[in-house]
């Protein structure tokens, strides 16, 4: 706990000096969860990258992670995430961008190879389009998928259902047909809402009964 606040300065000093050098393209920085994070503009997202790689102070070398995240209730309702590691200086940072599904995001293939798979993912699940991507395609779903599942509008059981069709000897795509509707369960015990006797109940009971009764002839 003693290196928690020393620490937590560092970081902050760092942002600050990062702001610093890359001016108004860091639009904002924070500490969260003992990591920082800065907020950058899409459009300079591989200026800011390269430079957090190749800066002497910062050495982030590594790209960890890339991910999306959808919130429906913004104009740009998508955030992408770039995670970062330094290893020389065993720090951690975040980097976040806004997008949205008209204006697309700088690839980051230039600056880190293997954001080549995460940029497909994001692009697969999420429907963030990424610029002068070298192959985007879909990574996970099939490639005449509908929609991108990981969207919070996305319905529950998707658009279509697909099928092997025996006659056609290939796989076909229908509208979903549901058998049953949702339904919604407690997932409780089901001996918990049981209130009635249950058959050998009564002999449980009668053997309870007469170890009581011997224990008070005792």
Not at 68 to 97: A, I, W
Not at 174 to 180: A, D, G, R, W, Y
Request: negative net charge; charged residues 30%.
């Amino acid at each position: 706990m003693a290196d928690a606040q020393p620490h937590t300065q560092n970081l902050s000093d760092l942002g600050e000096t990062i702001a610093s050098q890359l001016g108004d393209v860091i639009t904002s920085t924070e500490i969260i969860n003992d990591e920082l994070v800065l907020h950058a503009e899409r459009s300079a997202i591989v200026k800011v990258l390269t430079f957090l790689r190749d800066d002497v102070n910062c050495q982030f070398k590594l790209l960890m992670e890339l991910c999306g995240v959808d919130y429906p209730e913004r104009e740009d309702r998508f955030e992408v995430v770039y995670c970062l590691l330094s290893m020389t200086q065993n720090h951690r940072v975040k980097v976040k961008v806004a997008a949205n599904e008209s204006s697309p995001v700088p690839s980051a293939t230039s600056v880190f190879s293997s954001a080549g798979w995460w940029e497909r993912e994001a692009w697969d699940l999420f429907g963030i389009y990424f610029a002068d991507h070298p192959d985007l395609r879909r990574i996970l779903s099939d490639y005449g998928f509908e929609g991108h599942p990981l969207r919070k509008d996305f319905p529950l059981t998707g658009y279509v259902e697909i099928r092997y069709d025996d006659e056609q000897k290939r796989v076909v795509y229908e509208p979903v047909k549901l058998t049953q509707e949702f339904r919604n369960f407690d997932f409780l015990s089901p001996w918990e809402g049981v209130q009635q006797m249950l058959p050998g109940d009564e002999k449980a009971e009668e053997q309870e009964e007469a170890a009581a009764e011997k224990g008070g002839d005792a």
